[in-house]
Nanobody
């Protein structure tokens, strides 16, 4: 069993930056591809970014391409989501997930509880 914990969320003004972190207890993240997803109020959860086990391959959703960057530090057993140039539409609960290298939520086996990101205009 992998228990994922997200941190780094908060309230930020439009144009600002935040960095989310995802760590695990119980098992290491090194053997998993990792993903970030988000769910805005009244909307379905959507894909944000994914990264391969080694950290070489990444995919970002078109809506965040060029503003967000997923990365990982396997020595620290941590996955990051650097979010720059935030806009109000980025307001959501952000979840990290462990599983396959995919934009499909069904490819992920484990999910964190989420961290709230609020972007004010």
């Amino acid at each position: 069993q992998v228990q994922l914990v997200e941190s780094g969320g908060g309230v930020v003004q439009a144009g600002g930056s935040l960095r989310l972190s995802c760590t695990a207890s119980g098992r290491t993240l090194v053997g998993w591809s990792m993903g970030w997803f988000r769910q805005a109020p009244g909307k379905e959860r959507e894909f944000v970014a994914t990264i391969t086990r080694g950290g070489v391959g990444t995919i970002h959703a078109p809506s965040v391409q060029g503003r967000f960057t997923i990365s990982r530090d396997n020595a620290k057993d941590t996955v990051y989501l650097q979010m720059n140039s935030l806009i109000p539409e980025d307001t959501a609960v952000y979840y990290c997930a462990a599983g396959a290298y995919s934009a499909n939520q069904g490819a992920y086996n484990y999910w964190g509880q989420g961290t709230q990101v609020t972007v004010s205009s």
